[in-house]
């Protein structure tokens, strides 16, 4: 990390931070710049006791945070939120250096990370209750909305600054404290996020971050009864075995799991629109986004020009390491399991008569490389298909008509985002109704805010984050019926 000398290199720490002290462990776990594949530090590898202690820690502490005025916490929320503006340089060193996409993408991250703790820092005074209309003469009925309590959340390498944000913000604008465990692979972010809680003046234990093996720490995480609230962003997998084990202490739960998001281009749509979307959907973050695009239908009348279009523009796409600035266009995939994962489903693509059109090759020399690539006559059943890719390939699958992309679509268990292109006013609505999933992107290739409510259908989760909507997961509704 000293290589990318920081303007306040206390920002990169290699200590857990549990109940406001920085706290090292017995043994240590190395962290690798998915670029180099070269150690870029260590990081405390905490397990059952320590988590248990952070618990602790939160639950004495959300005795005094839940009594804060709303506003006070807001404005503790908006210092910090300030704090990542105003460090927002070293935040996205520190980020592309573990997460590898490249510094204006981290830079972005950073940014848009910001944005959910200064939007949950103005929800934070808009926690109203109701009076009802009382059901008896001699009674009177009110219902709060009072904070879940001490809040677990995990989080995955992909975002290392804004899947924190997105929980931390709203947990605590409600009067919730937190133990986060980030993913081992991208700690460095989450930390560089509690040095800037600690400066904003986040009282000790209401943030603790625990870093180490994920399983002992998860499992205190799911098993504590004194966590009353389970967030987790990371895989379907994952997400639904540690969601049935909070079922025993009857946590409440959130989840942010996988997508497959299917992407539609229709006869009438604007070409040079529809390319420009697909490479920001496709491409960001090197396809390692839960909302990238991973199925591409493209109808017949254009299929020619939307491939020839997208090749030319992939081919021209420059991937390397994420610094310096500038360039390169992709980065390098997170591991080698991601690599071997994303030249899979290429190989059954072109086993199944997909055709090449550009890349399709993992880089000899650079383990964590794999070249952008885009497929042609892709069949509808291939494993691009059928499972998240989470690389950078495009797979283009040719259909008929607007039933038969609507049915391919939704052809899915996962139901997180989706796109359609097309000019056409009328089908803007109905394949908007049509498609099942939690999100839609009509004639944009970019869809998230913390404006708007983030989530999925089917298996793609349980609730919703950012927006008006996000704040509601980390609140109780307490009714009092008073005889008077
Ligand atoms: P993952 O393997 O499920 O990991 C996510 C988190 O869970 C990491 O912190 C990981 O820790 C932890 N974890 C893994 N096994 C665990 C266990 N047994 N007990 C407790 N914690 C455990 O997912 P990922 O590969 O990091 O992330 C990619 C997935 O996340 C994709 O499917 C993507 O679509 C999804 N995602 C969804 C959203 C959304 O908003 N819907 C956003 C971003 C990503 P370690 O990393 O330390 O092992």
Request: proline share 4%.
């Amino acid at each position: 990390m000293d290589s990318l000398s920081l303007t306040r290199s206390d920002l990169h720490r290699q200590k857990a931070y549990i109940d406001g002290a920085w706290v090292e462990g017995s043994t240590r776990i190395a962290v690798l710049n998915p670029a180099t594949h070269e150690q870029i530090g260590t990081i405390p590898n905490l397990g059952a006791l320590e988590t248990e202690t952070a618990v602790a820690a939160a639950e004495r502490a959300q005795v005094a945070w839940k009594c804060e005025l709303a506003k006070e916490r807001g404005r503790i929320l908006r210092r910090w939120s300030q704090l990542m503006l105003d460090n927002a340089g070293d935040l996205a060193a520190i980020l592309t250096q573990e997460q590898g996409k490249p510094l204006s993408e981290a830079k972005g991250e950073v940014a848009y990370a910001a944005s959910f703790l200064e939007w949950f820092a103005e929800e934070a005074r808009r926690i109203d209750g109701e009076i009802l209309a009382p059901h008896q003469a001699d009674k009177r009925l009110y219902v709060h909305k009072v904070p879940v309590g001490v809040v677990a959340a995990i989080t995955p390498w992909n975002f290392p600054l804004a899947m924190i944000t997105r929980k931390a913000g709203p947990a605590l604008a409600a009067g919730c404290t937190m133990v986060l465990k980030p993913s081992e692979l991208t700690p460095y972010s989450a930390l560089a996020l509690a040095v800037l809680a600690e400066e904003a003046g986040v009282p000790n234990g209401v943030f603790n971050v625990v870093t180490g093996d994920a399983a002992p720490i998860g499992d205190v995480l799911t098993d504590d009864t004194r966590v009353r609230k389970f967030t987790f962003t990371g895989s379907t997998a994952v997400g639904k075995m540690l969601a049935a084990r909070c079922m025993d202490t009857v946590k409440r739960v959130s989840l942010e799991l996988g997508g497959n998001a299917p992407f539609i281009i229709f006869d009438d749509a604007d070409l040079d629109k529809a390319v420009e979307g697909a490479l920001i959907a496709k491409f960001r973050n090197t396809g390692q986004t839960c909302v990238c695009a991973n199925r591409f239908y493209v109808q017949s009348g254009i299929y020619e020009k939307f491939a020839a279009a997208l090749a030319g523009k992939v081919k021209a796409m420059r991937f390397g390491p994420g610094i310096p600035i500038g360039e390169a266009d992709c980065g390098p995939l997170i591991d080698t399991k991601a690599v071997e994962k994303v030249g899979a489903h290429v190989s059954d693509c072109v086993a199944r008569g997909g055709q090449l059109l550009v890349g399709g090759r993992a880089l000899e020399g650079a383990p964590g490389f794999f070249e952008p690539t885009v497929i042609s006559e892709v069949s509808a059943n291939s494993m691009l298909c059928r499972e998240e890719t989470f690389g950078p390939v495009a797979g283009l699958v040719r259909f008929e008509d607007e039933d038969e992309a609507i049915a391919l679509a939704n052809c899915s268990r996962a139901g997180l985002a989706s796109y359609f292109f097309t000019r056409d006013y009328g089908r803007v609505h109905r394949v908007s109704e049509a498609l099942d999933y939690g999100m839609v992107g009509v004639n944009t290739g970019i869809i998230s805010t913390e404006v708007a409510p983030f989530g999925g259908v089917k298996e793609s989760g349980l609730g919703r984050e950012g927006s008006r909507h996000g704040i509601e997961d980390y609140l109780e509704i307490k009714m009092v019926c008073a005889a008077i």
